[in-house]
């Protein structure tokens, strides 16, 4: 199967509030694919529409071939669900939560789960209730591991964890994927264990779908330009050549999917006057913020 995940002209609304209209996009099976946008963007939602809670108002996602809202119980079985750090059951104990999932799951592997679990600073019969966030959320990733699912959907999953930790799990998770032939979706706010794990990336905003491409695309082609406004007409839009822009007084920065020769001729046609041009590199975080802007 070439796509583990195929949304196709996703419409949600919440009442009159719209979340977004026509969002289409693929999981390649194998891949890890990571959807980035702004607080409010819909990601969740999108999640919640594969997990079945939510059915959309329009559109049809597929996972491993079956429509998400109704997935046969074989299929159920090769997904793992990781909804913000949340864990149903949490008034068990690590011990007794690993025996529960354990009858549902027929790939169950728990030695994956103990190894993360012996990392935790928590007495034997603590409640998952009463741990830390950060607790909670390795509980659940322990979980997800042990069910061992061909494909992992994961929903804010750094929720809580330490840098430490985060840097453990991000660089587990990508070895895991690779070797083991997992599609993997997540959604993140820290963009930088993102650019350590995913190979395609999907941004969000307000209007839908910003960009989607492979993060060797987007990281190779999108490019931030710097220079100071000379005296003159300043007329910048975003439009083809410029994808967004910022300006404080007379330093000026534009984001582009253009070479510098395409940039700097867009400006002189439109009679924009300017020094110091100069490419700037970006980070993914450099390049998430100048797509999405800062507010
Ligand atoms: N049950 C609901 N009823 C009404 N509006 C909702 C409901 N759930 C979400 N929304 C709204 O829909 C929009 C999308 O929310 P969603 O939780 O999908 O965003 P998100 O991208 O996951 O955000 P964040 O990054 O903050 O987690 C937001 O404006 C939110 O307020």
Redesign the pocket.
Known sequence: MEYAVECRNLTHY??A?K?YENMSFNIKTGSILGLL??????????INILNGFLEPKAGECFILGENSQYLSPETKSKVGFLLEGHIQYDFMNIYQIEKFYSQFYPQWKKEPYYELMSKLKITDKQKISTMSCGQQSQVALGLILAQDPDLMIMD?FSMGLDPGYRRLFVEFLAEYGKAENKTIFV?S?IIQDMERLIDDVVI?GYEGVLHSSSMDYFMNHFRQYDFQVKDGPVDLTKDDVITNYDRVKNHASVYSFKSPEDVKKYLKDKGIAYDNFREVPMTLEDAFIGITGKY
Not at 37 to 46: A, E, L, R, V, Y
């Open positions: 919440y009442g509030k979340v946008g702004k607080n409010g963007t819909g990601k969740t939602t999108t804010d959604t706010h969000m």
